[in-house]
């Protein structure tokens, strides 16, 4: 590794240099995702097991088990790693729209958009998070909360411009319009709506939902 | 007996056994076996689905509470998942004989009829709900036949709320130019949804009809005439 500086431990804190090992582990973990993600996208969460996964990462299973827990912690990892970049990708969306209808359009859109190309995983998503064994992690972790956190931000963002009145409603109605976002995922998914169909059909939901929240 | 969606199994809009229908004779005990092995499964399904979920009940344990070979289950059904439809099927006829019942009774602001009868559903779902769950979960579920998705079949449910919303329309309480269709929809997924309380936090039924209470509210604000 010697393109890798020597980091000097600065008073009693310790810095870990990434060693030859953990790099190697890095990419073993690296790779076992990519050959996950490409497993339960064919095959869903459960027609996926660890031994395909394994042989299509290369590696034998107790590899796979040396980095992993079990299949759900796998399957974790990668909604984690989706979850965050999906907030991040709401928020720029929001960024660039114009009074509140529009943000709401543009985060509901950035959503579809991500998963366009994912539907199957997003199926998987949604089969594990309402499942009683590996739904509860799943659920209860910080990216899972932060993605419909978005929606209450934004209705908040708005009330403090003056677009939409004060209420006590703003986390019941932050959460409905964050339902009636995975609410069109089953369109998405099994009847294979376009975005511009997925988008008119936000556009008239978000509608309705604000009614009661705008001024005058 | 209604025709909803389509049949799925042999059978399904059969009349009951106690009363059987007139047919060629040299059908009538096959039919009544098939019919008989056809409850008996349904039923021994209801159990294991509530009790297991969709994932946790083999085809094999249901056959064999419901004391048949797993080859007629199979004569009978094409899949898990149409027996899981099946079941839900089966469970609606009660529900909606009640609403029916019900209905015509329902006074007050459309919002407030659209809380009674989604009342009803929680109640009535309630001592169920873990069966509900394993259908949510299924509707998701990778290896089920896209005929036999549970998901959604309820045009039932969808032609009880179009009729509140045209009283509603009626009485001057609903915008006529408003698209009930996306007034039904916003419904629909606001009960679904609500039902992950019962499933991730273990609200009752009190609970659960309290924040339905308050969602009808807030698209009863988008329905409004104004």
């Known amino acids: 590794m010697k393109h890798i500086a020597p980091i000097q431990a600065a008073g009693e804190t310790v810095v870990k240099v990434p060693t030859r090992r953990t790099l190697a582990k890095l990419q073993t973990r690296a790779k076992v995702l990519l050959a996950a993600r490409q497993l339960f996208s064919e095959q869903g969460y459960e027609g996926a097991t660890i031994r395909d996964i394994a042989a299509a990462a290369g590696m034998s299973t107790g590899a796979v088990f040396a980095n992993f827990a079990d299949k759900s912690d796998l399957f974790r990892e990668i909604m984690f790693v989706d979850m965050t970049a999906l907030t991040g990708a709401m928020r720029e969306a929001a960024s660039r729209g114009k009074g509140i209808d529009d943000i709401l359009l543009k985060v509901f859109d950035a959503g579809y958009d991500f998963y366009k190309s994912q539907m199957p995983l997003a199926r998987a998503a949604f089969s594990v998070g309402w499942s009683r064994q590996d739904g509860p992690a799943l659920r209860a972790a910080e990216p899972a909360l932060d993605l419909p956190a978005v929606f209450a931000e934004l209705l908040l963002a708005a009330i403090a411009r003056g677009e939409l009145g004060k209420e006590d409603e703003v986390p019941l109605r932050a959460q409905m319009l964050f339902d009636a976002y995975l609410s069109n995922y089953p369109q998405a998914i099994f009847e294979g709506w376009t975005l511009e169909a997925l988008q008119a059909r936000s556009r008239d939901q978000i509608r309705v939902l604000l009614a009661g929240a705008r001024l005058g | 007996m209604p025709s909803r969606g389509e049949p799925i199994g042999p059978g399904l809009s059969a009349p009951p056994a106690a009363a059987p229908q007139p047919g060629p004779a040299e059908n009538r ?66 529900l909606y004989a009640e609403l029916d019942r019900v209905l015509p009774h329902l006074r007050g602001s459309t919002a407030d009829r659209l809380r009674s ?101 807030l698209i009863a604000q988008g329905f409004a005439k104004r």
């Not at chain 2, 009803?120 to 259908?135: C, G, K, V």
């Open chain 2, 29 to 94: 005990p096959r039919q009544t076996q098939k019919e008989a092995t056809r409850n008996r499964v349904i039923e021994a399904a209801r159990e294991l689905f509530d009790s297991k979920g969709y994932q946790g009940a083999s085809v094999r344990e249901i056959a064999r509470l419901a004391g048949v070979s797993v080859g007629s289950v199979f004569t009978t059904f094409a899949s898990k998942g149409e027996i899981l439809a099946e079941v839900m099927q089966a469970r609606l006829e009660a």
């Open chain 2, 117 to 217: 009868m989604f009342a009803i559903h929680f109640a009535f779902e309630a001592p169920r709900t873990r069966l509900f769950l394993a259908h949510i979960v299924a509707a998701y579920d990778w290896t089920m036949p896209a005929g036999a998705r549970p998901f959604g079949k309820t045009p039932r449910l969808q032609d009880i709320i179009r009729e509140c919303l045209d009283k509603g329309v009626a009485e001057g309480d609903v915008d006529p130019a408003c698209d009930q269709q996306e007034i039904i929809d916003l419904l629909m997924s606001a009960y679904a949804w609500t039902y992950r309380l019962a499933a991730w936090e273990g609200a009752d039924v009190a609970t659960l009809t309290s924040v339905m209470d308050r969602q009808i509210g």
